[in-house]
């Protein structure tokens, strides 16, 4: 099994940066498969980054792209994720997720508003 908590959610201005961090309860090492997904109001959850063992593979939704950066720190058992240049749709609950041995592991969620 893996927990997975997340922090560094609130509320910033259109324009500022927040860096969400996923704290695992194992070595993530283990884990080739890690990523950051979030659910708008009324919408479906949504890839925003993903992440793999080795660190030097990512892949990121459009709206990601140039924005965000997805790093891990398996040293310290935690992914990050920098996002930059926020807009008032980029609010949401952020979820950290990891693909582990066949399961799908979430964590509780962070919440990231952007104001206008």
């Known amino acids: 099994q893996v927990q997975l908590v997340e922090c560094g959610g609130g509320l910033v201005q259109t324009g500022g940066s927040l860096r969400l961090s996923c704290a695992a309860s194992r070595s993530i090492t283990s884990i080739n498969d890690m990523g950051w997904y979030r659910q708008a109001p009324g919408k479906q959850r949504e890839l925003v980054a993903r992440i793999f063992s080795s660190g030097e593979r990512t892949n990121y939704a459009d709206s990601a792209k140039g924005r965000f950066t997805i790093s891990r720190d398996n040293a310290k058992n935690t992914v990050y994720l920098q996002m930059n240049s926020l807009k008032p749709e980029d609010t949401a609950v952020y979820y950290c997720?990891?693909?582990?041995?066949?399961?799908?592991?979430w964590g509780q969620g962070t919440q990231v508003t952007v104001s206008s």
């Open positions: 997720n990891a693909q582990y041995y066949g399961y799908s592991y």
